[in-house]
């Protein structure tokens, strides 16, 4: 069942939509939806398990145009999502719990992935490209007016935060309404 969950969102991977509100390297696409889905079903350990293995297998359908810096960064903020969420639903299987954890969940994807993109990921894809880290900012005044010239917390703000939020709320509203009707197949076909 790890490795369905794990190929599932590679598939899922490969559908990327971009954003109005941010560049157009920043991109929408739902494969944490079956990794969220699957730790509900096995756990936080087998969560990350499947975020790497979901990593590894698009790294040899897609390779890397961006020296492994942008899987890292996928890996990462995955399991930003995924841990406290599988985490918290772990300990309490119920309706409102699965809520809870999924807002928690979404809510330190939003967090983490913001900060982590001001702290680690701009900086890191300026040097890796030889770009200065104002022309990426600048990428992001062109296409949002809430972004601020030169300002890369207004940039994270204004564009990571609200994919992050998205990504998280959409694969949360979809686990959330399905998980329940699918958990007995998901044990069964583990149990065989």
């Known amino acids: 069942m790890t490795g369905m969950f794990s190929a599932i969102a590679t598939i899922l991977m490969l559908f990327e939509f971009p954003l109005p509100f941010a560049p157009n390297f920043y991109k929408l696409d739902f494969s944490e939806l079956p990794i969220l889905i699957g730790a509900f079903a096995f756990g936080p350990a087998i969560g990350v ?27 990462v903020v995955g399991c930003s999502f995924i ?16 809520a809870v954890s999924c807002v928690v969940g979404t809510l330190t994807l939003t ?25 990426i900012l600048g990428m992001g005044v062109k296409v949002n007016p809430l972004v601020s010239e030169g300002s890369i917390i207004s940039f994270v703000v204004a564009c990571v ?32």
């Open 49 to 75: 398990m499947m975020e790497f293995i979901k990593i590894l297998l698009n790294l040899l359908t897609d390779g890397t145009t961006t020296a492994f810096v942008g899987e890292f960064a996928n890996f």
């Open 111 to 135: 967090v983490f992935g913001t900060a982590f993109n001001a702290i680690y990921l701009l900086p890191a894809f300026s040097k890796l490209y030889g770009m200065p880290l104002d022309t």
């Open 161 to 192: 935060a609200p994919l992050n939020l998205i990504k998280g709320a959409a694969s949360s509203v979809v686990t959330l309404l399905i998980y329940k009707s699918i958990s007995p197949i998901i044990k069964f076909g583990h149990n065989k």
């Open 83 to 98: 841990i406290p969420a599988s985490a918290i639903y772990a300990f309490c299987k119920n309706k409102k719990s699965a």
